[in-house]
């Protein structure tokens, strides 16, 4: 037995114990049977396998449970699944900025908004290069390109030079991931052929909230991309972005569109909004961090086998505020100087944040091999989680 499984199981003993204290303590009131009804929820989330058959019923008792105790409870579940310390590095350039012409009301990208943002023409292979070797020196193992298109039709060009991106990129020894607009599947399937790794494409948010937010493309129409980039075989990257101005119920039914997938995505990126004046969303306040932690927390249990990603908007967490993200169960960010259009922590300040913190950085492919849904199948399969831990 390896000492990550001993600590997740002395963590779960000691929390199971704690647990029988306070509810013996407080078993009168109302409010604590509630939490301890929540409890044996997340007691018997931390010993199930991985499903994709969440109601919303069950997936918003996680999220309400009290903060302290579904931090716990995604701690204790990050470690039967990954190794407790190692977080993925991965870089984003921007090789097509602006001029968009969808109406995502938050993007500095979108040309119907005043931004002050120069749109430009896509990048040479050259500039692409010269990012991603910055990136692997930096310690980067994954490298992703955006372009502010609202899909890929009629871009025949724009694809073959994408593709040359991608295979160069994968020569490197990098994972490789692009994010541009809607995906056929013809489109994706070359994308795989030349080396893809991953696409993503977030939900942004629930359904239901959605139309407040775009009115340009439909959610199903993302659900689509999302199904071609799957049925392709390349890793599915997926998530949203707190602090549209949705609600807690919001954040569940996004989250119950995530985990209900046919397959889990492999990698989740929770954005927090960094308001863009001009946008109709530039005033809007920042998502209160114990929001933020409870998405975090509840996708990690949620979907643990996936790698769940910090993006936008963590330069404006504290360094305490990302460790205990981590802690909850994140394990990936994006690093370098910006991303897309927003700031990002730099390779500098993140070596730091991880010296301090005793984190590490994943390995290449280490995510792709043994996260998402080749892990939840395993896991299934085998029901021994612990075997599966022992190799990590
Ligand atoms: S988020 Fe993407 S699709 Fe939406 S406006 Fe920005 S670049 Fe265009």
Not at 217 to 232: C, Q, S
Not at 256 to 275: M, R
Not at 362 to 388: D, P, T, Y
């Given at each position: 037995?390896?000492?990550?499984?001993?600590?997740?199981?002395?963590?779960e003993?000691?929390?199971?114990?704690?647990?029988?204290?306070?509810?013996?303590?407080?078993?009168?009131?109302?409010?604590?049977?509630?939490?301890?009804?929540?409890?044996?929820?997340?007691e018997?989330?931390?010993?199930?396998?991985?499903?994709?058959?969440?109601?919303k019923?069950?997936?918003?008792?996680?999220?309400?449970?009290?903060?302290?105790?579904?931090?716990?409870?995604?701690?204790?579940?990050?470690?039967?699944?990954?190794?407790?310390?190692?977080?993925?590095?991965c870089?984003?350039?921007?090789?097509?900025?602006?001029?968009?012409?969808?109406?995502?009301?938050?993007?500095?990208?979108?040309?119907?908004?005043?931004?002050?943002?120069?749109?430009?023409k896509?990048?040479?292979?050259?500039?692409?290069?010269?990012?991603?070797?910055?990136?692997?020196?930096?310690?980067?193992?994954?490298?992703?390109?955006?372009?502010?298109?609202?899909?890929?039709?009629?871009?025949?060009?724009?694809?073959?030079?994408?593709?040359?991106?991608?295979?160069?990129?994968?020569?490197?020894?990098?994972?490789?991931?692009?994010?541009?607009?809607?995906?056929?599947?013809?489109?994706?399937?070359?994308?795989?052929?030349?080396?893809l790794?991953?696409?993503?494409?977030?939900?942004?948010?629930?359904?239901?909230?959605?139309?407040?937010?775009?009115?340009?493309?439909?959610?199903?129409?993302?659900?689509?991309?999302?199904?071609?980039?799957?049925?392709?075989?390349?890793?599915?990257?997926?998530?949203?972005?707190?602090?549209?101005?949705?609600?807690a119920?919001?954040h569940?039914?996004?989250?119950?569109?995530?985990?209900?997938?046919?397959?889990?995505?492999?990698?989740?990126?929770?954005?927090?909004?960094?308001?863009?004046?001009?946008?109709?969303?530039g005033?809007?306040?920042?998502?209160?961090f114990?929001?933020?932690?409870?998405?975090?927390?509840?996708?990690?249990?949620?979907?643990?086998?996936?790698?769940?990603?910090?993006?936008?908007?963590?330069?404006?967490?504290?360094?305490?505020?990302?460790?205990?993200?981590?802690?909850a169960?994140?394990?990936?960010?994006?690093?370098?100087?910006?991303?897309?259009?927003?700031?990002?922590?730099?390779?500098?300040?993140?070596?730091?944040?991880?010296?301090?913190?005793?984190?590490?950085?994943?390995?290449?492919?280490?995510?792709?091999?043994?996260?998402?849904?080749?892990?939840?199948?395993?896991?299934?399969?085998?029901?021994?989680?612990?075997?599966?831990?022992?190799?990590?």
């Open positions: 037995m390896n000492h990550i499984l001993r600590f997740s199981i002395g963590l003993r000691m929390g199971i114990g704690m647990r029988k204290r306070l509810l013996a303590t407080h078993a009168q009131t109302p409010a604590s049977v509630a939490m301890g009804d929540a409890m044996t929820l997340l018997r989330v931390v010993s199930a396998p991985p499903k994709n058959t969440w109601t019923d069950e997936i918003s008792s996680i999220y309400n449970t009290p903060l302290m105790e579904l931090t716990y409870a995604a701690a204790t579940l990050h470690r039967k699944h990954h190794p407790h310390n190692t977080v993925q590095t870089t984003l350039l921007s090789i097509k900025t602006g001029g968009c012409t969808e109406d995502c009301s938050y993007c500095a990208q979108s040309s119907r908004y005043s931004t002050g943002l120069t749109a430009t896509l990048s040479t292979l050259e500039t692409v290069m010269t990012a991603a070797r910055e990136a692997k020196a930096n310690g980067s193992t994954r490298f992703c390109m955006g372009a502010a298109w609202r899909d890929m039709s009629g871009r025949t060009r724009g694809l073959e030079r994408i593709k040359d991106m991608v295979r160069e990129v994968r020569g490197l020894g990098m994972e490789v991931c692009v994010t541009l607009g809607m995906l056929d599947s013809k489109a994706a399937e070359e994308l795989k052929d030349a080396g790794t991953a696409y993503n494409h977030n939900l942004d948010t629930s359904r239901e909230f959605y139309p407040k937010v775009i009115t340009t493309r439909g959610f199903d129409e993302r659900l689509r991309t999302i199904e071609n980039v799957r049925n392709a075989g390349i890793s599915v990257c997926t998530g949203g972005i707190l602090g549209l101005g949705e609600t119920v919001d569940v039914s996004f989250l119950h569109t995530l985990s209900t997938l046919p397959e889990h995505p492999e990698s989740v990126p929770i954005n927090a909004l960094v308001p863009i004046k001009g946008t109709p969303l005033e809007n306040k920042k998502v209160p114990d929001s933020f932690l409870r998405v975090v927390a509840t996708a990690r249990i949620l979907m643990p086998g996936s790698i769940v990603r910090l993006a936008a908007g963590r330069i404006n967490l504290t360094e305490e505020q990302q460790v205990l993200a981590f802690f169960g994140a394990n990936a960010v994006f690093t370098g100087e910006r991303m897309l259009t927003t700031e990002c922590s730099g390779f500098e300040a993140d070596r730091r944040l991880f010296e301090k913190w005793g984190l590490a950085n994943m390995k290449a492919f280490r995510g792709e091999e043994e996260g998402g849904a080749k892990r939840i199948a395993e896991v299934e399969k085998s029901g021994k989680i612990g075997e599966i831990i022992e190799r990590v």
